[in-house]
């Protein structure tokens, strides 16, 4: 399931009242590596479509 940035929001203020303990910063762990892939995952989609926007560009313009 994708989690929304209300997601993040509401999981991390949650985590506040917790206090520190390794359950704790295994979530921040989790919620950090969850994270990541979205933000690596969202990368590429912009450049591939980057690229494919270049190509039909360069295609429309004669250019080879």
């Known amino acids: ?3 929304s940035g209300q997601n993040v929001g509401n999981a991390l203020y949650g985590l506040q009242s917790l206090g520190d303990s390794a359950k704790v910063r295994g ?4 919620i950090t590596l969850s ?3 979205v933000r ?7 450049g591939a479509a980057s690229t494919a926007h270049s190509m039909h560009a360069s295609r429309s ?4």
């Open 35 to 37: 994270l990541s892939i």
């Open 27 to 30: 979530l921040v762990a989790t």
């Open 40 to 46: 690596l995952t969202h990368s590429m989609k912009l």
């Open 1 to 3: 399931e994708r989690l």
């Open 61 to 64: 313009s004669g250019a080879r």
